[in-house]
């Protein structure tokens, strides 16, 4: 079985309390423990110990990052703990620099990951309904995916030298919810990726 680090990004808003991630992340562990896997779980709400957080990606064999879309992206407090654990995961904690040497300064740019072997899921939660995605008539995804939406963090994984497992989203989570419904495609994502 894994080490699986679940990370619930949600910023508390009053529209959006965060009761739908943290749904997710609870489905998570009590369907991973269920299969052998070991968990851990960070919050944005808790105090973010840099060195136990580099720890903690280190221990884990996957990471899940549990997060709503927040204009396109991660919400603030993760791009802060981004920022502050991501950089200094830079010293080989996380990757060797960003994979370039003297000798070929202009080659490999972000092939420095030391993560090798390890994975990681995204989980999001969108206002967006899913036809709004992979189709080119769509006013704002102009045909893109999510996952296309999603590329930078993507990138931020690869920098790492992870590998991605398929994302799971739900969609259209304020205006038209659909939420047993969404609760049993994580479970079904789970059963079949982990």
Not at 64 to 91: H, I, R
Not at 180 to 194: G, I, K, P, Q, S
Request: net charge negative; glycine share 6%; charged share 20%.
């Amino acid at each position: 079985m894994s080490n699986v680090l679940i990370i619930n990004a949600h910023q508390y808003y009053p529209f959006a309390e965060g009761k739908l991630n943290a749904s997710l992340v609870d489905i998570a562990v009590s369907k991973l423990q269920a299969k052998g896997h070991e968990i851990r779980v960070v919050t944005m709400t808790e105090d973010i110990d840099v060195d136990q957080e580099l720890e903690n990606h280190t221990w884990a064999d996957i990471v899940l990052l549990q997060s709503p879309v927040n204009w396109m992206g991660v919400p603030w407090t993760f791009k802060k703990y981004m920022d502050e654990v991501y950089t200094a995961g830079m010293a080989g904690a996380l990757c060797a620099g960003d994979g370039r040497t003297s000798e070929n300064p202009t080659a490999n740019y972000g092939a420095g990951g030391t993560m090798s072997g390890k994975k990681y899921m995204l989980s999001l939660t969108f206002n967006a309904p899913k036809a709004s995605f992979d189709d080119e008539s769509e006013y704002l995804f102009q045909g893109k995916s999510v996952d296309d939406l999603w590329f930078p963090m993507h990138m931020n994984f690869r920098f790492f030298d992870m590998q991605a497992l398929p994302t799971f989203a739900c969609y259209d989570v304020m205006k038209n919810p659909d939420i047993e419904n969404d609760f049993t495609r994580f479970e079904a994502h789970l059963n079949e990726h982990f």
